[in-house]
Antibody, heavy 116, light 110 residues
Framework: EVQLVESGGGLVQPGGSLRLSCVVS????????MNWVRQAPGKGLEWVAN????????YYVDSVKGRFTISRDNAKNSLYLQMNSLRAEDTAVYYC?????????WGQGTLVTVSS | QSALTQPPSASGSPGQSVTISCTGT?????????VSWYQQHPGKAPKLMIY???KRPSGVPDRFSGSKSGNTASLTVSGLQAEDEADYYC??????????FGGGTKLTVL
């Protein structure tokens, strides 16, 4: 069974930075596009970013462009999201999800809270 | 990067059928056969229920079905069961390699 485990969430002040990680097991990460999707408290899902198998293509939702960076280390079966210049509206549970045209498997999520 | 439009709520009695709509544009739902549907129970991660408009992943009951016409996709849940009560989200591949989600529909089993 595919497992995705996110970590790195927490409380951060506005303007601060945080790096999320997602470790994948039971699959070979290098075979798949990967995504970050977030869900603000009580709200719907919002796609944040995705990255091609070899890291050569990356795409972002407009609201995080220039602030967030998605990356991966296939040798470590890991996906990352570097979040800089965080804002209150970035507060959400962040999920990593496998694949591109449909999000086949999801992690349990990690909560990021941006507040002073 | 516009969100897809879903009704905020839907309901049905056990055994009945319910259909949830998902309206996009010619830049997402209307242009690609890559519509997915996700089920999310409170406090849990989303689960893929339908992909590529009408395909079911292994393990998803055949009570769940999907379709698309023009810019609108639909999820039908037949033979409603208590455990189907959850939030449902549609998504579509969109132009410039983006992914668009609907706002979600809360399905209540009466």
């Amino acid at each position: 069974e595919v497992q995705l485990v996110e970590s790195g969430g927490g409380l951060v002040q506005p303007g601060g930075s945080l790096r999320l990680s997602c470790v994948v097991s039971e699959i070979t990460l290098s075979n798949y596009w990967m995504n970050w999707v977030r869900q603000a408290p009580g709200k719907g899902l919002e796609w944040v970013a995705n990255i091609k198998q070899d890291g050569s293509e990356k795409y972002y939702v407009d609201s995080v462009k220039g602030r967030f960076t998605i990356s991966r280390d296939n040798a470590k079966n890991s996906l990352y999201l570097q979040m800089n210049s965080l804002r209150a509206e970035d507060t959400a549970v962040y999920y990593c999800a496998r694949n591109r045209l449909s999000l086949d498997d999801w992690g349990q999520g990690t909560l990021v809270t941006v507040s002073s | 990067q516009s969100a897809l439009t879903q009704p905020p709520s839907a309901s049905g009695s056990p055994g009945q059928s319910v259909t949830i709509s998902c309206t996009g544009t010619s830049s997402d739902v209307g242009d690609y056969n890559y519509v997915s549907w996700y089920q999310q129970h409170p406090g849990k991660a989303p689960k893929l229920m339908i992909y590529e408009v009408s395909k079911r992943p292994s393990g998803v009951p055949d009570r769940f079905s999907g379709s698309k016409s023009g810019n609108t996709a639909s999820l039908t849940v037949s033979g409603l069961q208590a455990e189907d009560e959850a939030d449902y989200y549609c998504s579509s591949y969109a132009a410039r390699n983006n992914v668009a989600f609907g706002g979600g529909t809360k399905l209540t089993v009466l």
